[in-house]
Structures are given as C-alpha cells and as structure tokens.
C-alpha cells in the first residue's frame, strides 16, 4: 500500500518525537516501549479483529515529496485487515492533513514563526487507540517521566501480548480485557499507585462491557468528547485535552495546565515566571484553531539540544 500525504509532511522528524524520549537531566535515554525502527522501517504492533498485527512504515522519497509504503508484517492479510491498517496509519500520521493555515496563523506569532521554520511538515503522532493513550496518561499524572516509563513498561510487559518476527518479538499496548480482570494489588506490585489501579480497571472494564465507546470519541464534536472523558473517574482537565490531542486528532486542544508546556511558553516568551493554566487559556487564544499543533512544537523543542534552544531565544529577542 502506497499513501500520499499531503506536503509538507516530514517523516523522519515526526518518528524522532515518537522513538526518541527527550534528554532528561541527568542525560538518560529510555528504548522505545512499543514504536521501533528496524531497517529503515518503523514498525508497531496493533490489535485488528481481536488479533495482534505487526504493521512497517517506510518512506519513499520522489523529487521534493514523499510516499508512506505500509506492509503488514506478521499477521492476516486479508482484505479487511488491510484496510484496517491503512486507515489507521493515515490516523497516526495525519497525512490528510493541510498544515498550510497553521503556518500562515504562525508568521504574526514571533516564535511560532520560527518553531514552524524548524519543524516544517512534522505531523501530531496519534496513537492506534484512544484506550492506549488514556490509560498511558492515567499512569503519567503527576509523576516525572522516569518513573512513568518505569511503570509503563512493566505493564506493558506483565499485561501486553506480542508478536514474534525475525527473531525479534513485538510488543502490544495491552488491551481493555486484560487489564478489566486484574485487580488494584496486582497493578500495585508495578508501583501503579492505588488511585489509578482502580481508574485503570474500571475504565478498561466499561469499555469491555461497552459502556464506554472511546474510538466512538473520534466522530464527536471536541467539546462533547471532553465532556465524556472528564465523565469518568481519574480523568481531569489535562487528561482530557492530551487525550484530545495525541488521540483524537482534535486541532484545537490545549492542554493549558501541561507543566512542560508552561516552561516553554515562559522560555520562548520571555516571561518571568511559567503562566498558570489560566493565563494559558488566555495566551492560548491567539493560536485558535491550532492550539494543538501550537503545544506540540512547543512541546517539540524538549527535543532539541540546550544550545539550539539559546540560540533560537536570542533570535526571537532580536526579531522583537
């Protein structure tokens, strides 16, 4: 299968987001959970028709645009499984999406306009189910990012399935029936606090029984799939809005109160202290209708060198 996305679309940065957690202070790099690249390919395993399917990207230069050739890897490879697998790649990469609007609302904003510049093309990932990614926010409330992808692994491992290919195993975000039948003592031996414990199961266990349809949020209106997710226990504002952002593929989502987001708008704005959420909301208006791809290259720059940072501030302070 060959997808077209439209231009600008950079692949090799929107993977770097994926595949490479930022530095932390103390300079540890954490190995990718489920997103691999193997042999120029990235590679992600996702559950299709109750079965784990081991899907590869790889991107195909022609001239000045690209192409995405996505094979199923180990798996069916039937015609629905197909299907299945593209639509979702076109999810995870946006590559309908027209970014142009974003970059011209960027030229008046005098860091946008810069962010844009340096990661032209680069796309919000999203993640194969909106089930991965709210429980993955669940476990990362509150927590630093150590500890996060510590206790992220470990329920991965203890709950997820794999798939062997080449020697190399696979693996999968555990899905709603694996974790609706375990219990809070249980998710407790993997330093899942006892709140969440019970957050986890009970989300996991009305989405088994279907009392909870999170892929149905997709089709809402944005408003109305916040609305839902702050319905359920555990889920809070910031819950909703990254959900919103790295799920639902909303434009418009700003995770006002994201600590990592304030830094950055403190740094790159010249302000003297980070912006509570409130004034977040505040400053995020100038940035409507794209408020989600605002925060992402916000959120981007945690990902370049402290010295490209300084660099880029002096420029900004300058242009002023």
């Known amino acids: 299968m060959l997808l077209k996305p439209v231009q600008p679309f950079n692949f090799s940065r929107t993977l770097r987001f994926i595949l490479t957690p930022p530095w932390l202070l103390n300079g540890r790099q954490f190995e990718p959970l489920l997103d691999y690249f193997v042999e120029g390919e990235y590679r992600r395993v996702a559950e299709i028709g109750g079965q784990p399917v081991l899907y590869g990207v790889r991107e195909?230069?022609?001239?000045?645009?690209?192409?995405?050739?996505?094979?199923?890897?180990?798996?069916?490879?039937?015609?629905?499984?197909?299907?299945?697998?593209?639509?979702?790649?076109?999810r995870q990469f946006s590559t309908r999406l027209d970014l142009q609007p974003f970059y011209r609302l960027a030229e008046s904003d005098p860091v946008l306009s810069r962010l844009v510049v340096h990661f032209?093309?680069?796309?919000?990932?999203?993640?194969?189910?909106?089930?991965?990614?709210?429980?993955?926010?669940?476990?990362?409330?509150?927590?630093?990012?150590s500890f996060a992808y510590q206790v992220k692994k470990a329920l991965i491992d203890t709950y997820g399935d794999h798939v062997e290919f080449e020697g190399r195993a696979y693996r999968c975000f555990p899905i709603p029936a694996a974790l609706a039948i375990t219990t809070p003592r249980e998710l407790r031996r993997l330093q899942v606090s006892g709140p969440k414990a019970r957050y986890i199961?009970?989300?996991?266990?009305?989405?088994?029984?279907?009392?909870?349809?999170?892929?149905?949020?997709?089709?809402?209106?944005a408003s109305r799939a916040r609305a839902k997710l702050l319905e359920q226990k555990g889920v809070g504002t910031w819950t909703a809005d990254y959900v919103g952002l790295r799920a639902l593929g909303q434009l418009d989502?700003?995770?006002?109160?994201?600590?990592?987001?304030?830094?950055?708008?403190?740094?790159?704005?010249?302000?003297?202290?980070?912006?509570?959420?409130q004034r977040m909301v505040r400053l995020g208006q100038q940035w409507a209708g794209w408020r989600s791809y605002a925060?992402?290259?916000?959120?981007?720059?945690?990902?370049?060198?402290?010295?490209?940072?300084?660099?880029?501030?002096?420029?900004?302070?300058?242009?002023?």
Request: glycine share 8%; with cysteine; proline share 5%.
């Open 253 to 277: 989502s700003l995770p006002a109160a994201d600590v990592g987001l304030q830094k950055a708008v403190q740094r790159f704005y010249g302000l003297r202290k980070p912006p509570t959420a």
């Open 201 to 221: 199961i009970a989300i996991s266990q009305d989405v088994l029984d279907g009392r909870l349809d999170l892929e149905g949020l997709r089709g809402l209106e």
């Open 120 to 145: 032209c093309g680069m796309r919000i990932p999203q993640a194969p189910t909106v089930f991965e990614t709210l429980i993955s926010a669940i476990l990362e409330q509150q927590v630093n990012l």
């Open 60 to 90: 195909e230069r022609r001239g000045k645009s690209s192409a995405l050739a996505v094979h199923v890897l180990a798996g069916p490879r039937d015609a629905g499984t197909m299907d299945a697998v593209r639509a979702l790649v076109e």
């Open 295 to 320: 925060t992402f290259y916000l959120w981007l720059t945690y990902w370049e060198d402290a010295q490209w940072r300084e660099t880029l501030i002096r420029e900004i302070r300058a242009g002023q």
